[in-house]
């Protein structure tokens, strides 16, 4: 509750970006085992539960890691962690749970940030909101366009700033021109995102990095980001990605 909408990571050496979990509780230990220290943060883009058999193990090991370190692990919001504003399908998740247990985890999941920033970076689940500011994050109301922007977005290697809405996904799409708009507006360099495991691993002149991190969708490997904060990061390129 402590937490802003936006997280400002600073007083660390590195950040580690880890995409969609989706129930991979193997993924999630790998991770905290592997990389959490006093020079680390973490930060987890979103989409912990669903698709795989582990979710609410998942969400659970994660949670009780961010109590642990709640100035080194951060739990940003996905799309699959706005249920109760968005319907999707699968969601095994939310329909295994009883009516408390929906209750407790949308409580706690609307509480999650949306954002986080450092000098040169901004990460988050899907695309870049249409924001004046990155001060207007904290205005955001969970569910609004903006919010939707961030955990539901897409972006598609096209010319062109809003796309439309993708005929079978349902997602808002945007293109090249609008990324490169925000990203000036934002005034940084990279955005390290997941949420759709189809995309380039790079995109615009490699300033847009996704990435996925679960087992159990699209069998592609899993893999997270290393951000040297010590270095000068011009694109994303500069980042070290890691199968885990």
């Not at 970006?17 to 943060?41: C, M, N, P, R």
């Not at 370190?69 to 009883?98: D, M, V």
């Not at 870049?128 to 207007?136: R, V």
């Not at 087992?215 to 000068?232: E, F, N």
């Amino acid at each position: 509750m402590e937490e802003k909408k936006l997280i400002e990571i600073k007083d660390v050496e590195r950040v580690v970006f880890v995409g969609d979990t989706h129930g991979d509780l193997e993924a999630s230990q790998k991770v905290i085992e592997k990389y959490l220290d006093s020079k680390t943060a973490i930060v987890f883009l979103g989409d912990y539960v669903d698709r795989g058999p582990f979710s609410k193990e998942n969400i659970d090991f994660l949670i009780q890691k961010k109590k642990e370190n709640p100035k080194r692990i951060y739990l940003l919001q996905g799309n699959h962690e706005g249920y109760h504003f968005l319907k999707f399908s699968p969601a095994n998740f939310w329909e295994s749970l009883n009516q408390k247990e929906y209750q407790k985890y949308v409580s706690l999941f609307e509480k999650f940030p949306l954002v986080a920033v450092t000098s040169e970076i901004i990460a988050l689940h899907g695309a870049l909101p249409d924001l004046k500011s990155l001060e207007e994050i904290e205005k955001i109301k969970l569910g609004d366009k903006a919010w939707q922007e961030i955990t539901w977005g897409d972006f598609v290697d096209k010319s062109g700033d809003f796309l439309g809405i993708d005929p079978f996904s349902g997602r808002p799409s945007f293109g090249r021109d609008y990324f490169f708009k925000i990203m000036e507006r934002f005034q940084k360099k990279i955005l390290v995102r997941a949420h759709d495991p189809g995309a380039p691993l790079f995109m615009f002149e490699d300033r847009c990095l996704t990435i996925f991190t679960s087992s159990y969708y699209y069998q592609k490997p899993r893999m997270v980001a290393i951000a040297d904060l010590d270095k000068k990061i011009k694109t994303a390129k500069d980042l070290k990605i890691e199968l885990i």
